[in-house]
């Protein structure tokens, strides 16, 4: 499959949760390869317009290439949490019928070795979703305190020895031998880890870390969700696939608070306007059928959420 063809995870559930309308307005805010994007330009009447977005500028190239001619699309280089920016340029401040994120690293990033996001292939230890933009991972590690790495460590990776391994990061920068490569610095972990995981590589939890601290992830994510309500006009759907617990936590935690009424104090027969629920929750978490994870193991561990806009 090359990158024109790669198809995201839970593609046609995430597709018809979004309940696209011929003449409506979207957001696909992790562009990606385009799988959502072209699913849903393929709903889309003449009148319906999609904003694509995503931080990565291979992911803009490509979306350069395969869907920017289609008069219907506009795209843009930015983070989802600049979508009340982006509206407002375009001229679509009363917002959008429907928001779509496929969280995470991608398929095509993973598997570019010069990345560096998987200690599996021998690269640069990059890590960047904007390769133009902020520290790379070797350049956080060249000057991140010990005890902050170490709690990095544990809070992304949930990696129980998340302080050895900062001590032999520390260690290793105080000796000027501080890994430049991704298999270098995964060579440095194993050293440090005194015990294995059963099928799991030493390296997995700490890179998830570095990746999701160097790119701020959960900070865009919470920044994000904070305006989501605001820009989606009523009946307009957020769909969110995430791939680690912290960031479904987040997701589902928004959703339901926004679903349920404040606490009211007693005896008031009215709800007030500011503490009526914002969304309502569309379905239960969705995860991908068997036929699926036979196909790409790495969809085992995504989870859907939906919810609506209420008036």
Known sequence: MNAAEHSPVLLEPAVEMLAVRA?????????????????ILQRLGPSGQLLVIDRDPEAIAHAQAYVADDARCVVRHAAFDELPALLRDLGWSEGVDGVLLDLGVSSPQLEAAERGFSF?????????????????????LAQVPERELAQVIRRYGEERFARRIARAIAAAREEAALPQTTSG?????????????????????????????????????????????????????????????????QVKRFMR??????????????????????????????????????????????????????P
């Open 23 to 39: 003449d409506g307005r979207y957001v696909d805010g992790t562009y990606g390869r385009g799988g959502h994007a072209r699913r």
């Open 120 to 140: 599996r292939r021998e690269g640069p230890l990059d890590m960047r979703m904007d390769t133009r933009a902020g520290p790379t991972a070797a350049e956080y």
């Open 185 to 249: 610095l995964a060579r440095l972990i194993a050293a440090a880890v005194p015990t294995r995981e059963a099928g799991k590589d030493p390296a997995t939890r700490t890179f998830q870390a570095l990746r999701i601290a160097i790119n701020r992830e959960l900070e865009i994510l919470a920044s994000f969700l904070d305006v989501a309500c605001d820009v989606l006009r009523p009946a307009g759907r957020l769909v969110v696939i995430s791939f680690h617990s912290l960031e479904d936590r």
């Open 257 to 310: 608070d926004n679903a349920r009424v404040g606490d009211l104090p007693p005896g008031v027969p009215v709800v007030p306007e500011h503490m009526r629920p914002r969304l309502q929750l569309v379905s239960k978490a969705i995860r991908p059928e068997r036929h699926e994870l036979e196909a790409n193991p790495r969809a085992r561990s995504a989870v859907m959420r939906v919810a609506e806009r209420l």
